[in-house]
């Protein structure tokens, strides 16, 4: 059984290194190399390892030969497929990504696609504190008209090439009145390598004789690029302090942008949530493919695949009935994960959009030797909660839709005229401390076609 490295989820940076020229004879046995140690490995650990082809092409380069491993997801024929491992070139770099590192302007934006054109607008959707977009005055709801990445217009074809690659940004701000419009205003930015603290927002509210915490967490993880101490989590741990000390009664976990993460950090938040538990209580069970789950057993014991809670003096569910979560369709894995697992012990009530779907975890795979550059994400295990149920394949669907659209005016982060938070907040209470604006789904609106986070792929990353 090969080694296994396994590391925290974050963002995907794609880069190329150009090196000395090969012999073709060469460069046909490093391809082969590559892509031997891709199939043995995914062989070891694939979830779908049963239908790896047995004779694959490995002349292919690896992106392909890789692809051709897969049991890859079809709604007709492969329902229960794949649809989520992925590999790069670059380990080093996948490494550093999945621990919240990612090159960025900082700013988090939504894309649409302009009418009776492939080119692209977009609005901010959150910005990175200290970061080049938030010292150049971008702020969440900003609509950009045009943007330039690298001086190439930002298209559907190329967004997804463009993002997290480049380095300066060219932002022709707009405004939207049935189609964008632009505003002759314009800000470049240059984008930089940025740890983001996923910990983005977090408030006590004291609404109708409830007190309120409200926490903005953006990606699961626990330690950030470089360090030795979960910091992140660390600081999570002190804000479920203070809200304990405020004495809440009440909590929003704000998850619309959250693609999933690292299991540790999942399992960190759903043990300072959970009602009632203790760490003999299962969080979730994993389930292996029978060959690796064999000998995870034997070697680590069949307890191995629990996930069981922490005990944590700053947990506050024994203060909460309930606990309300925001979500988008772009909330996915580990963020499923914690409301899946907590639903056995305490109501978990969704608002806003359906979640992706993804209940299925994976694993960093490298070569130690430094041999091969390549990094692979392969999806390695399912995962149940303790009541064994796992049947959220097609998202989880809220209990109330609520969704961010182009006829309502975005307000700050926080701030409770947000149309989820607001939402949430009158669940609470039973009252609107502020009418907002009716919604109504725009043109644009129906034709969002990616985003910003498309960069950050969704994952519950298995750190053990």
């Known amino acids: 059984m090969k080694k296994i490295i396994v590391l925290a989820l974050a963002n995907i940076v794609l880069m190329t290194t150009v090196g000395c020229k090969k012999t073709s004879v060469e460069a046909t046995n490093e391809v082969e190399n590559i892509n031997t140690w891709i199939?043995?490995?995914?062989?070891?650990?694939?979830?779908?390892?049963d239908k790896i082809p047995a004779n694959p092409n490995k002349a292919?380069?690896?992106q392909e030969f890789f692809e051709t491993l897969l049991y890859r997801f079809d709604a007709a024929q492969r329902p229960d497929g794949d649809r989520f491992s992925w590999i790069q070139p670059n380990?080093?770099?996948l490494v550093a990504a999945l621990a919240g590192e990612s090159r960025t302007t900082g700013a988090e934006f939504q894309l649409y696609l302009k009418t009776n054109s492939n080119e692209l607008a977009g609005r901010i959707l959150y910005v990175m504190p200290n970061s080049p977009a938030s010292r150049g005055g971008l702020k969440r709801g900003d609509i950009f008209f045009r943007l330039l990445v690298d001086g190439q217009v930002l298209t559907r074809d190329n967004y997804a090439t463009l993002l997290g690659t480049s380095n300066e940004y060219l932002f022709f701000r707009g405004i939207y009145q049935n189609d964008f419009v632009p505003t002759g205003e314009s800000k470049t930015l240059n984008a930089v390598v940025y740890q983001e603290d996923p910990l983005h927002l977090d408030s006590v509210y004291v609404r109708g004789g409830k007190t309120i915490g409200y926490l903005m967490y953006n990606q699961f993880v626990a330690t950030p690029n470089g360090?030795?101490?979960?910091?992140?989590?660390?600081?999570?741990d002190q804000i479920f302090a203070r809200f304990k000390a405020r004495g809440i009664s009440e909590l929003i976990l704000d998850l619309r942008y959250n693609p999933g993460g690292s299991s540790v950090a999942s399992n960190n938040l759903a043990s300072l949530v959970a009602k009632g538990v203790t760490a003999n209580d299962i969080f979730a069970r994993r389930q292996y493919n029978p060959v690796f789950q064999a000998a995870i057993e034997k070697q680590y014991g069949?307890?191995?695949l629990l996930d069981k809670f922490q005990t944590k003096a700053q947990n506050v569910g024994?203060?909460?009935?309930?606990v309300y979560v925001l979500t988008s369709t772009r909330t996915a894995s580990a963020s499923e994960l914690v409301i899946n697992g907590l639903q056995p012990y305490m109501e978990v009530v969704v608002i806003g959009d359906k979640t992706v779907g993804k209940n299925v975890g994976s694993i960093t795979v490298k070569d130690d030797t430094r041999k091969i550059s390549w990094g692979m994400q392969p999806i390695v295990a399912k995962s149940f909660n303790s009541l064994g149920k796992s049947d959220y394949t097609a998202g989880f669907s809220p209990k109330v839709t609520?969704?961010?659209l182009l006829s309502v005016d975005m307000v700050p982060i926080g701030d409770?005229?947000?149309?989820?938070?607001?939402e949430a907040m009158f669940q609470i209470t039973g009252s609107r401390t502020m009418r907002l604006n009716a919604a109504r789904t725009t043109a644009a609106d129906q034709n969002a076609v990616g985003s910003s986070l498309d960069r950050k792929p969704g994952g519950y990353q298995l750190d053990h």
């Open 39 to 49: 199939v043995d490995n995914l062989r070891d650990v694939y979830y779908w390892n």
């Open 60 to 62: 292919l380069v690896p």
């Open 91 to 93: 380990a080093d770099q």
């Open 227 to 236: 360090a030795k101490e979960p910091i992140f989590n660390q600081k999570m």
């Open 302 to 304: 069949a307890s191995f």
């Open 318 to 322: 024994n203060n909460l009935s309930r």
């Open 402 to 404: 609520v969704r961010e």
């Open 416 to 422: 409770v005229r947000d149309p989820l938070l607001s």
